[in-house]
């Protein structure tokens, strides 16, 4: 692995650790945040499906940009 993947890596595991405390998983719940700690590659797929996805109803609309 190169460096930004090993630190993206590192990240990562701090994260999914944090957010899985007790006292943080309450509070977000309390907010009414539902945390979802996928992996970098899950995260990069989920966002090309909602570009796609998005992109699609955006076309399809004829939306445009002002």
Request: glycine fraction near 8%.
């Amino acid at each position: 692995m190169d460096g930004e993947a090993d630190r993206i890596g590192y990240l990562h595991r701090e994260i999914v650790k944090v957010v899985g405390m007790p006292d943080v998983k309450a509070r977000f719940d309390q907010l009414g945040f539902e945390v979802v700690a996928n992996t970098p590659d899950e995260l990069a797929a989920q966002i090309r499906a909602e570009i796609a996805k998005w992109g699609k109803v955006i076309k399809d609309a004829k939306l445009k940009v002002e």
